[in-house]
């Protein structure tokens, strides 16, 4: 089996995240790209984390599942609990209820923020209500592959 790859565009992994994938910008999903997806996988998930938050660590931003199986996820996926565009996927609860919320750290502290992209060999149902740790309880069993790519952003960086 290949191993799952993500690349964003607009900045290399462990780079800075551009202001406009932000809450102190346009806060847009940013265009994600995916090499070696699994041939069984049958759907996509995107969870994106906080790892350096100090009060909660890994305080979860995005979480989006029943993706269908794509090359590209192009940028900013609309707001909503279910997105018809991108095959009836879904987004749960997380610091951007039913959105993509990008980085916002208080003050000029440098945070890391890390997409993980899913491949399942299903669909999950789950109520629209779900946050990450219920999608992981149910996904487990289901994840074929998981990859992960990493960003920091600092709230009014020159």
């Known amino acids: 089996m290949s191993e799952l790859k993500i690349n964003i ?19 847009l999903s940013p265009e994600m790209h995916f090499r070696g997806i699994d041939e069984k996988a049958v759907s996509l998930a995107i969870t994106l984390d906080d790892s350096s938050h100090p009060l909660f660590p890994n305080y979860n931003h995005w979480l989006i599942w029943n993706l269908p199986v794509c ?15 991108l095959g009836g996927a879904q987004q749960g609860i997380a610091y951007g209820k039913h959105c993509y919320k990008g980085p916002k750290p208080p003050f000029k502290t440098i945070h890391t923020y890390t997409f993980t992209v899913y491949a399942l060999d299903s669909k999950i149902e789950l109520p629209a209500k779900s946050a990450r740790d219920d999608f992981l309880k149910v996904a487990q069993k289901h994840i074929l592959q998981k990859a992960t790519y990493t960003g920091k952003f600092q709230s009014y960086r020159k």
């Open 71 to 85: 090359s590209v996820l192009q940028e900013a996926v609309p707001k909503g609990e279910t997105i018809e565009s």
């Open 9 to 27: 565009p607009k900045f290399s992994d462990g780079d800075w995240i551009p202001t406009e994938h932000s809450a102190r910008g346009k806060d």
